[in-house]
């Protein structure tokens, strides 16, 4: 992977902060809709650090642990 091919990807994930900020602007007035619209955020930013370790983890010799450590976390 070259270089630039990090530095595009970089820049596909930060562009997230972009379109944030372009929803906040009409979304100001509510603070509900602000709450809802941060919750999904950080939601997703969780899952997608989740989808990346949990399936590494799975291959080790703690494939329980981490079952039962993804449940509890679900579960919260």
Not at 45 to 68: H, M, N, Q, R, T
């Amino acid at each position: 992977m070259s270089t630039w091919h990090a530095v595009l990807w970089g820049a596909l994930g930060a562009s997230s902060l972009l379109v944030g900020q372009a929803l906040a602007g009409p979304l100001s007035g509510s603070p509900k809709a602000t709450g809802l619209l941060m919750g999904f955020g950080a939601g997703t930013l969780i899952s997608a650090v989740g989808f990346e370790l949990v399936p590494e983890a799975s291959f080790e010799d703690v494939w329980l642990g981490v079952g039962l450590a993804l449940g509890a976390g679900a579960l919260t």
